[in-house]
């Protein structure tokens, strides 16, 4: 069993900068997948970001202004987001990829005012 608990977030002016955390207790490893998570009103959940053993992989719409990072002695990870738009506007929300399993944390606002 694992469980993700994020913090950071919360109210941000467009062209600022926030920090989000994510940190997991349990059986994860630094070869199980994390990243990150967005879910907009009326909108479905899309994918950020995501670290791996593999490198990273960021959606296109972020691509220059966030970065994913993993402490795997922490069993956390990051995603520093800067240059925020209204559009980044969300539930953002921390994944971690035990295939077959999946967890995902309890989310956190970010909210970024024009």
């Known amino acids: 069993q694992v469980q993700l608990v994020e913090s950071g977030g919360g109210l941000v002016q467009a062209g600022g900068s926030t920090r989000l955390s994510c940190v997991a207790s349990?059986?994860?490893?630094?070869?199980?997948?994390m990243g990150w998570y967005r879910q907009a009103p009326g909108k479905a959940r899309e994918m950020v970001a995501i670290v791996s053993s593999g490198g990273t992989k960021y959606a296109d719409a972020v691509k220059g202004r966030f970065t994913i990072s993993r402490d795997n002695d922490k069993k956390a990870v990051y995603l520093q987001m800067n240059s925020l738009k209204p559009e980044d506007t969300a539930v953002y929300y921390c994944?971690?990829?035990?295939?077959?399993?999946?967890?995902w944390g309890q989310g956190t606002q970010v909210t970024v005012s024009s």
């Open positions: 994944n971690a990829d035990l295939t077959p399993w999946e967890y």
């Open positions: 349990g059986n994860i490893f630094s070869f199980n997948p």
